[in-house]
């Protein structure tokens, strides 16, 4: 059973993601590398994907080649995938004036396949990443990590620079909260950005003096202008295929950031359309995060029965199987998550990945997987986790290192360390696996 996902080295992804938001991504990739080539596991909201290192391998030395014929490659390839990215927002408007109807969610989803045919390509770099970069470049990490760095301020960062603004002039809290709605956003729960808590959030900056706040912008905005200069003065350094190849992950960086914005305005109303479905149907929205839409489409009264995604949400494996995109659970789940977690379990006393963020520290061990696991993470700890999210970033400024199980170096993780200055190792497959609460870890950034 399942021969034909034996044999293969896979690349693990994971975090805080439930189906019903994960599914267009996920028949997307299916698509671009084969449906045996990808394996999405679930337990509750915990979730490792799984594909296929080759096929990322395959994809990522395709696109620097074409990146080193003609430097405008991947602004073509954004420019591509912006078509879907707006096409999908005014499908979203649609969704708003058609009250969330069946037709107008189907539609929104079909365009999201689309959208993410064409932002895949952000992926490969996770896995493949630095070893192209170590092929093509002498240079440190901090080096490397500026030259990549986006040329603008990140949307998270951007949201947190204008509250500071807000708290500093007593601006319109509306208008904060129609241009960050969806900011806190994410795979698991779509909930939106409240007025409530923007006001509350600006009650706790307004504790600060005006000097201290003016401080805090004036340092975030010349961070930016500082990384600005240094990119240049490496720049000076690169031949003509290194800049090539450093005007690709730059941009790359910049349109993962816009990708996620995209994609946290469209889940919003994902789940708005599944808290409609929970009044309609009295079926809690935590079950109803794992309907699989495409069997919802053609039978909706089947795919809402609640053992089943009862069953789902314990433990389920999703794939793209006999031409159409399915879910497992109870033994056949068992079966081929044993296949494909096999390379991943170990015992292993030493966990390595690439440097995010240089530094040498010590600390104890906090594993968070999910937000119900926030509470338990202390200032100073070591923040362990699959990958980080924008509803990461109270913990990371606590943290005293981070550690994740994936991520390259256009990633959250490496981002935000670099803006904090936080150690940080990303891209380790298998940190969460090895390390436990409690544990008192070195976490080596300077080499990785």
Same mark, same amino acid.
């Given at each position: 059973?399942?021969?034909?996902?034996?044999?293969?080295?896979?690349?693990?992804?994971?975090?805080?993601?439930?189906?019903?938001?994960?599914?267009?991504?996920?028949?997307?990739?299916?698509?671009?590398?084969?449906?045996?080539?990808?394996?999405?596991?679930?337990?509750?909201?915990?979730?490792?994907?799984?594909?296929?290192?080759?096929?990322?391998?395959?994809?990522?030395?395709?696109?620097?080649?074409?990146?080193?014929?003609?430097?405008?490659?991947?602004?073509?390839?954004?420019?591509?995938?912006?078509?879907?990215?707006?096409?999908?927002?005014?499908?979203?408007?649609?969704?708003?004036?058609?009250?969330?109807?069946?037709?107008?969610?189907?539609?929104?989803?079909?365009?999201?396949?689309?959208?993410?045919?064409?932002?895949?390509?952000?992926?490969?770099?996770?896995?493949?990443?630095?070893?192209?970069?170590?092929?093509?470049?002498?240079?440190?990490?901090?080096?490397?990590?500026?030259?990549?760095?986006?040329?603008?301020?990140?949307?998270?960062?951007?949201?947190?620079?204008?509250?500071?603004?807000?708290?500093?002039?007593?601006?319109?809290?509306?208008?904060?909260? /129609?241009?960050?709605?969806? !900011? #806190? %956003?994410?795979?698991?729960?779509?909930? +939106?950005?409240?007025?409530?808590?923007? @006001? =509350? *959030?600006?009650?706790?900056?307004?504790? /600060?003096?005006?000097?201290? !706040? #003016? %401080?805090?912008?004036?340092?975030?905005? +010349?961070?930016?202008?500082?990384?600005? @200069? =240094? *990119?240049?003065?490496?720049?000076?350094?690169?031949?003509?295929?290194?800049? #090539?190849?450093?005007?690709?992950?730059?941009?790359?960086?910049?349109?993962?950031?816009?990708?996620?914005?995209?994609?946290?305005?469209?889940?919003?109303?994902?789940?708005?359309?599944?808290?409609?479905?929970?009044?309609?149907?009295?079926?809690?929205?935590?079950?109803?995060?794992?309907?699989?839409?495409?069997?919802?489409?053609?039978?909706?009264?089947?795919?809402?029965?609640?053992?089943?995604?009862?069953?789902?949400?314990?433990?389920?494996?999703?794939?793209?199987?006999?031409?159409?995109?399915?879910?497992?659970?109870?033994?056949?789940?068992?079966?081929?998550?044993?296949?494909?977690?096999?390379?991943?379990?170990?015992?292993?006393?030493?966990?390595?990945?690439?440097?995010?963020?240089?530094?040498?520290?010590?600390?104890?061990?906090?594993?968070?997987?999910?937000?119900?696991?926030?509470?338990?993470?202390?200032?100073?700890?070591?923040?362990?986790?699959?990958?980080?999210?924008?509803?990461?970033?109270?913990?990371?400024?606590?943290?005293?290192?981070?550690?994740?199980?994936?991520?390259?170096?256009?990633?959250?993780?490496?981002?935000?360390?670099?803006?904090?200055?936080?150690?940080?190792?990303?891209?380790?497959?298998?940190?969460?696996?090895?390390?436990?609460?409690?544990?008192?870890?070195?976490?080596?950034?300077?080499?990785?």
């Amino acid at each position: 059973m399942f021969e034909e996902f034996k044999n293969k080295k896979w690349y693990r992804q994971g975090g805080l993601v439930v189906p019903f938001f994960e599914n267009p991504a996920m028949l997307a990739i299916a698509g671009i590398i084969g449906p045996t080539n990808y394996v999405g596991i679930y337990r509750a909201e915990k979730n490792h994907g799984y594909f296929n290192k080759q096929e990322f391998k395959e994809g990522a030395y395709a696109h620097i080649k074409a990146q080193l014929k003609d430097i405008k490659h991947i602004d073509e390839l954004y420019l591509n995938w912006k078509k879907y990215a707006l096409k999908a927002l005014e499908l979203v408007d649609v969704s708003i004036k058609d009250n969330y109807s069946k037709d107008s969610i189907t539609r929104l989803i079909m365009s999201l396949e689309d959208f993410w045919r064409t932002a895949w390509v952000i992926e490969f770099y996770d896995a493949y990443g630095e070893q192209i970069t170590n092929e093509n470049f002498d240079l440190s990490s901090d080096e490397i990590a500026v030259l990549f760095s986006p040329t603008f301020i990140p949307k998270m960062q951007e949201e947190y620079l204008e509250l500071l603004k807000l708290a500093l002039e007593d601006g319109d809290i509306e208008n904060h909260y /129609k241009e960050f709605y969806f !900011i #806190k %956003a994410s795979w698991a729960d779509a909930s +939106e950005y409240s007025v409530d808590e923007i @006001k =509350e *959030k600006l009650n706790e900056l307004k504790k /600060k003096s005006r000097d201290d !706040i #003016k %401080a805090e912008i004036h340092k975030i905005e +010349e961070h930016y202008s500082e990384i600005n @200069k =240094e *990119k240049l003065s490496i720049g000076e350094k690169l031949n003509d295929d290194q800049e #090539k190849i450093a005007y690709f992950f730059e941009k790359l960086t910049e349109w993962r950031d816009e990708r996620k914005v995209y994609v946290q305005k469209c889940n919003c109303h994902l789940q708005k359309f599944l808290l409609k479905l929970e009044k309609e149907h009295n079926i809690p929205l935590k079950y109803l995060k794992f309907v699989n839409y495409y069997q919802f489409q053609i039978n909706p009264e089947k795919e809402l029965d609640l053992e089943l995604l009862k069953k789902r949400h314990e433990f389920c494996v999703d794939l793209s199987l006999c031409d159409h995109w399915t879910y497992l659970h109870g033994d056949e789940a068992k079966a081929l998550a044993e296949i494909v977690e096999k390379e991943f379990s170990s015992d292993a006393k030493e966990v390595k990945g690439m440097c995010a963020c240089r530094g040498h520290v010590t600390g104890k061990v906090c594993v968070v997987m999910n937000t119900k696991e926030f509470s338990d993470f202390k200032e100073g700890n070591v923040l362990v986790t699959a990958c980080t999210r924008p509803e990461f970033a109270p913990l990371m400024k606590k943290a005293i290192a981070i550690v994740t199980d994936e991520g390259g170096i256009t990633s959250h993780a490496a981002i935000v360390s670099r803006e904090l200055a936080i150690p940080c190792v990303i891209g380790t497959q298998k940190a969460t696996s090895i390390f436990k609460n409690g544990m008192t870890v070195e976490v080596d950034a300077d080499n990785g």
